[in-house]
């Protein structure tokens, strides 16, 4: 299996795409209709060479190259990590046996319908995100939006391989489904809840790429521990993608922070807005949102699916190997916490092999704190009094043991018209999101910015802030 990437063909690949003529023809059939679909449902800014980093290998060092390029000739591919000779399954009924380099018969169905799911929110996001481009605070931003855009569209390249590859006639229909749903869509929606949000303005892109693209990490490494070697190698190389989105979320809604904080000083007030600041407790009710909706991602908290997944070895947990029991869980207990009608908490413990939606959701709220953590820290340098908090995780919740109940972020069980009362405190009202919106104008002059963001402490790939990261038309 080679480690360089083959970039001579019409579709870049490591996966000695050449000698299997009938999958190359059938993926090059695929090929313009996802050109189609990128021009039609892909970024809306045109512009003329981009600074991006393409996969120049698969390795460990200097995978990546960096240079201008127009969007759409960007090389989408095919980019396995290297097989481990030997690799044996991990967890579940099989483990130690050799994992599979074929679909098993009876798992046909189950690892299809996650590598589907998998494979819709990719294209789902770059559909959110079609018009930020024509309102990017400052070039360098412009330029990570493209970069996750076209990481993302790779990413539904490496879901749609695995279909073509192994999952016949049926596998090539989902592949054509994938580009037919759309975000949003009334008719044909994305499979997930939160890919059929809106990502309106600037401060929601940060945070999906905190709180959504999170989410899309700890399911990837999940998915790297699958006993299908192909999907596993998939789900490795996409994760290092994902380490470049979690940077723009992370560093995104610090800089916004940043500014903000700045703002509260040189005025000394908590209002902001006026002055052309994002105030704090709009940005928590950011928090609030993308926070919940994402948590809603992972399922619910009781899942006889995840279980099963999990017995049969088709999805793992977050660092299974890691983990210091015996992989199989089968006299394993956890403990989950619900709300019951007289408005208290009650704890039941139940068999761990049932809870591990919830398990990888405990993973991915920890991973959450530490941003808020770093949140605060910049507001503590500025000697602000105020702190950001993730709300409790019943807040607001769509699916799992907490849907159709009200919860506080404090995680007080309260009836409908209190949660009525509440609620634009904690979510962004509709006048929340038009002040938001109102500073989203498009800055795109080198080394400029908008009011309401700070500019960042380092350039892409060493290259100062000011550098040409955008070639307009
Ligand atoms: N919305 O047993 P349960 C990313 C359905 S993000 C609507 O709890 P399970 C990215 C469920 O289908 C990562 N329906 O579900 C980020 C089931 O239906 P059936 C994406 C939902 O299967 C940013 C029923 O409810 N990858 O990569 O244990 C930018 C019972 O549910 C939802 C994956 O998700 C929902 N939110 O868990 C770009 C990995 N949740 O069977 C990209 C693959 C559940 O009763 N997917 N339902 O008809 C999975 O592992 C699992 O399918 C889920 C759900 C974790 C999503
Ligand atoms: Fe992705
Ligand atoms: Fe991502």
């Not at 991602?297 to 299974?320: H, I, P, V």
Request: with cysteine.
């Amino acid at each position: 299996m080679p480690d360089k990437i083959d970039y001579d063909t019409k579709i870049p690949n490591n996966v000695e795409l050449s000698s299997d003529r009938r999958l190359q023809r059938a993926l090059e059939g695929w090929q313009p209709k996802f050109m189609s679909w990128w021009g039609e449902m892909g970024p809306a800014l045109e512009t003329n060479g981009v600074y991006l980093r393409t996969a120049v290998s698969v390795g460990r060092d200097g995978w990546a190259h960096f240079d201008h390029v127009k969007v759409p000739e960007y090389r989408w591919g095919i980019f396995l990590t290297e097989r481990k000779e030997d690799r044996r399954i991990a967890f579940g009924e099989h483990k130690g046996e050799p994992v599979w380099q074929q679909v098993p018969g009876e798992y046909r169905a189950d690892l299809q319908r996650l590598i589907v799911i998998q494979g819709d929110t990719e294209p789902a996001s770059v559909e959110q995100q079609k018009l930020l481009g024509l309102t990017a605070p400052s070039l360098y931003d412009l330029r990570n939006l493209f970069q996750v855009n076209v990481e993302e569209g790779r990413h539904l390249w490496a879901m749609v391989y695995l279909l073509h590859a192994y999952f016949g006639k049926e596998g090539r229909e989902e592949a054509e489904a994938l580009l037919f749903r759309n975000s949003g869509s009334p008719d044909a929606p994305r499979i997930l809840g939160a890919f059929n949000e809106e990502t309106a303005d600037w401060l929601a892109f940060y945070m999906f790429t905190y709180f959504t693209d999170r989410d899309g990490k700890y399911q990837l490494g999940t998915l790297k521990e699958s006993s299908f070697d192909p999907l596993s190698r998939t789900c490795e190389f996409m994760l290092k993608e994902e380490a470049h989105h979690m940077f723009v979320g992370t560093t995104g809604v610090d800089r916004v922070v940043q500014r903000s904080a700045e703002l509260i000083r040189e005025h000394d007030r908590m209002d902001i807005a006026p002055r052309g600041g994002i105030p704090l407790d709009i940005i928590q009710k950011y928090i609030n949102f993308h926070y919940s909706v994402s948590l809603d991602l992972f399922g619910s908290e009781t899942s006889t699916n995840a279980a099963n997944y999990y017995t049969a070895g088709l999805k793992g947990r977050w660092q299974e190997t890691r983990r210091k029991d015996d992989h199989q869980l089968t006299d394993d207990v956890g403990v989950l916490d619900k709300p019951r009608d007289d408005g208290t908490w009650d704890s039941e413990e139940m068999q761990a092999i049932l809870l591990l939606n919830l398990d990888l959701r405990d993973e991915y709220v920890a991973d959450c704190q530490t941003g808020v953590k770093r949140w605060n820290r910049i507001l503590d340098e500025h000697e602000i009094g105020f702190r950001f908090k993730l709300p409790h995780p019943g807040f607001n919740r769509d699916v799992g043991i907490n849907s159709g109940q009200h919860i506080t972020p404090e995680g007080t069980i309260v009836d409908e018209a209190t949660w009525q009362a509440g609620k634009s405190k904690w979510l962004p009202t509709s006048e929340d999101l038009t002040f938001v919106r109102s500073l989203m104008q498009p800055v795109y002059e080198r080394g400029k910015i908008a009011s309401w963001v700070a500019p960042p402490t380092n350039g892409i790939n060493g290259k100062p802030f000011d550098f040409d990261y955008v070639h307009l038309t």
